[in-house]
């Protein structure tokens, strides 16, 4: 399924530059969800690279196969003619921006001449890793394309700020590509992420996970917010629900309330209303709904 989006709604705003004589060649969007919604389809964009930035919560996305659990700060690629989608996972609660851009075979890329053009799109081809860590900067760069869009009144100059920033956008995830985490941040990401599905049948209060990074219980929760794109509570929380899951499908399972009480839920009311807030259905739902498959 081919598709290029073009709905609006309340939650989500998408612009198309039509007014900058960009359309077909560059979208913009951007989704900033209270609650969790439907599965996205999979689906193409012929002929376009699409580029998501999350900025809050957490998303998981599917390309061939695999699955790609996107977090705040994290920039996200799929190439043109590639499928993907979220899966069986919904959209989560959170805010994500995404940039569709054409990469044209034969014709100049944005305002480029044709051999920077050439060069471009093959920094963007050329691309290795889909899923990796941005900068605060790239969202800004997102909100000022959003500004000029919705400024009441055009001039010529807004068209030349819109292309500059669209590629200086791009530039700039080109280079964050091709950084490198260091060994040790990425060591201490894997610790205590491995603590934390290790022991997720037992309590897990941060000053705990604190002691396990030897860090302060306020510096452990503002990088951890840094590194995950969320508070601890929540990515904990996140955790259970994906473990419940789990433990919802085993055929001849552990009722819920059996579950709730296993994996540290105070009553199987709170598990239900944390079931739900992250994705979308109650547990009985999505036992439910695994058993008719």
């Known amino acids: 399924m081919s598709d290029f989006d073009t709905r609006s709604t309340t939650e989500r705003s998408i612009v198309n ?10 979208r913009l969007g951007r989704y900033s969800y209270k609650h969790v919604h439907g599965e996205l389809e999979t689906h193409s964009h012929e002929g376009m690279m699409e580029i998501c930035y999350c900025d809050k919560g957490m998303q998981v ?33 959170g805010t994500l921006y995404w940039l569709i851009v054409s990469l044209p075979e034969k014709e100049r890329f944005l305002h480029y001449e044709d051999e920077e053009s050439e060069v471009f799109i093959k920094a963007l081809m050329g691309i290795k890793e889909r899923h990796f860590k941005g900068s605060e900067g790239m969202k800004k760069m997102l909100d000022q394309l959003f500004a000029l ?3 009441p009144v055009q ?3 807004h068209k030349l700020q819109t292309l500059n920033l669209i590629s200086t956008f791009l530039l700039t995830v080109i280079e964050y590509s091709q950084k490198n985490v260091t060994s ?3 060591d201490r990401i894997s610790e205590i992420k491995n603590y934390i599905h290790n022991n997720i049948y037992e309590s897990l209060p941060i000053e705990l996970l604190a002691r396990e990074l030897c860090m302060s219980d306020s510096h452990f929760k503002s990088w951890f917010k840094k590194e995950f794109g969320m508070p ?8 259970r629900v994906e473990e419940g899951k789990k433990l ?9 309330t059996s579950i709730a009480f296993k994996l540290n839920f105070s009553s199987s009311q709170y598990f239900a209303t944390v079931f739900k807030k992250y994705t979308g259905q109650s547990p009985a739902e999505f036992k439910q709904r695994h058993l008719k498959t």
């Open 61 to 93: 996305y599917e390309v061939n196969g695999k699955e790609y659990q996107i977090r705040g700060g994290d920039i996200f690629i799929t190439f043109p003619n590639e499928p993907h989608g979220t899966a069986r996972h919904p959209e989560e609660k």
């Open 149 to 151: 869009h919705d400024e």
């Open 17 to 26: 530059f039509e007014k900058f004589k960009l359309d077909g060649k560059v």
């Open 155 to 157: 001039q010529d100059i």
């Open 184 to 186: 040790k941040q990425s």
């Open 232 to 239: 601890p509570v929540d990515y904990i929380l996140r955790s």
């Open 248 to 256: 919802l499908q085993l055929p001849d399972g552990e009722s819920v």
